[in-house]
């Protein structure tokens, strides 16, 4: 009988190992372990024939064997049952897919990309400067005093003394002129900050692109005739520049640049825009070109300051420059 029982196990065992899920088990637990007619039971009953001395070790074997049997029915039915959801979770065609993230280019660095090939063909290199700067290169060195308005604490986002977050991208124009003799032809995009009022056409962090012309001879009809081609290369060839007299410490004579544009309507018809501004620019003071050491007889240049997310305003017809900084991939997923 003890050799009964060790087959009857090892049988039991493999059936169990064998079984996929948990009514086959079931079925296996009432043929080995039922009480009125399982297997096991049946050795039991049958220990009233065994002599005195043989009943004791062959009943201790058989409960042995039951307890064995009945804890590894219910290890197996725990991996048959882990095992189930998992295959039907793989199955379940029902489910939304789970969609690839494919990133794109954000809206205002597409303006900045598709103006900086504008003026890379036009010979224009690329150049750039630290957000956090010194009152030296964001006022001082362009001709702007610290008694200036720009230059007060409620303009300006001040680290410590005398280190600030640029309030313009125009320092990029000391840095580069520091560095290199001329001349001097760079666009230099970057963020800038300001204290502004968080609202629908002003955020305390954006975007701007600096330009910066300066060698022998550059006159304002270089400068104005450059500004014309970009508008037109960017906007289309009806495009039309204004420029409107401006003040800037660091630009003599100075301007604020205007663009009206040809946009074609939903029927077809060409329709004229307002004039929109689009950059602070002018000729380089001369102080300017004195305070980095360029000789300021010589040499005369122009620059320009441009806001693209303005510009990525216009393109999309956005009317809140909010939009642009807050993240919001509903929103951002559509410039692709
Ligand atoms: N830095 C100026 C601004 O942020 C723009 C500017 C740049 C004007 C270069 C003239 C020349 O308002």
């Keep these: 009988m003890i050799d009964e029982l060790r087959r009857l196990r090892e049988e039991a065992l493999d059936a169990f190992a064998k079984a996929r899920d948990a009514g086959e088990l079931e079925r296996l637990r009432v043929r080995y372990l039922g009480r009125k007619d399982g297997l096991v039971s049946g050795v039991l009953r049958r220990l009233g024939s065994l002599s005195p001395q043989e009943r004791p070790s062959v009943g201790a074997a058989a409960n042995r064997a039951k307890k064995l049997l009945a804890e590894a ?84 986002l001040y680290l410590a003394p005398g280190l600030l977050l640029r309030s313009h991208t125009s320092p990029v124009q000391i840095r580069t002129m ?76 100075s301007a604020e640049v205007d663009v009206k544009r040809v946009i074609v309507r939903e029927d077809g018809r060409e329709e004229e825009t307002d004039w929109i501004e689009i950059m602070g620019a002018g000729m380089v003071d001369p102080a300017v070109l004195d305070n980095v050491g360029y000789d300021s007889e010589r040499y005369t240049g122009w620059a320009f300051g441009m806001g693209p997310a303005r510009v990525a305003m216009l393109r999309h017809g956005v009317r809140d420059l909010r939009l642009f900084y807050e993240n919001d991939m509903r929103f951002l997923g559509q410039f692709t």
């Design 178 to 253: 520091e560095r290199y003799p001329p001349p001097i032809r760079i666009m230099a995009p970057g963020m800038v900050y300001r204290r502004d009022t968080y609202d629908a056409t002003h955020t305390p962090a954006f975007a701007q692109i600096e330009g910066l012309v300066v060698d022998e001879g550059v006159t304002f009809v270089d400068f104005k005739a450059t500004l014309a081609e970009f508008a037109r290369r960017f906007w289309g060839p009806g495009t039309q520049v204004r420029f409107r007299p401006s003040f800037f410490p660091f630009t003599e004579p």
């Design 73 to 156: 029915l219910q290890d197996r039915l725990g991996e048959v049952t882990a095992a189930r959801p998992e295959t039907e979770r793989a199955l379940d065609l029902t489910l939304p897919p789970r969609r690839k993230w494919r990133g794109s280019i954000h809206p205002v660095s597409q303006v900045i990309d598709d103006i900086w090939r504008i003026f890379e063909s036009l010979g224009f290199a690329r150049a750039r400067g630290p957000e956090v700067d010194t009152e030296w290169y964001n006022f001082v060195a362009l001709n702007t005093p610290l008694d200036h308005p720009a230059a007060d604490e409620q303009d300006t």
